[in-house]
């Protein structure tokens, strides 16, 4: 039985992996706490603000957004990044109601 429960995840657990991976590094923390609430930003923006790269920015928007933490629109030629605050509060919210309901 505690083989089955190590070798498989419950299925509300499966995409807030990569939302845990993606707020586990503090680069990506750091971007998204530099969203004014309600606030668009562009890849310009944020590498303004930031220590990194446009590069590295873009790197780390991607690996948010391919998590759920953020949504993107292209306007003209930049993309605009936004907090997805309803996928984040979803996923955590599920991973709360697993651990209140199964342990």
Do not use: C
């Amino acid at each position: 039985m505690l083989t089955d429960f190590i070798l498989s995840l419950p299925d509300d657990w499966r995409d807030a992996a990569s939302l845990f991976v993606a707020l586990g590094d503090e680069q990506r923390q750091r971007i998204l706490l530099s969203f004014p609430p309600g606030e668009r930003l562009n890849v310009t923006q944020i590498a303004a603000a930031s220590t990194l790269s446009r590069t590295a920015v873009s790197h780390h928007l991607k690996v948010l957004r391919r998590a759920g933490a953020l949504q993107s629109e292209k306007i003209g030629k930049e993309v605009y990044f936004w907090i997805d605050k309803a996928s984040i509060t979803h996923t955590l919210q599920r991973v709360l109601d697993y651990v209140n309901n199964h342990t």
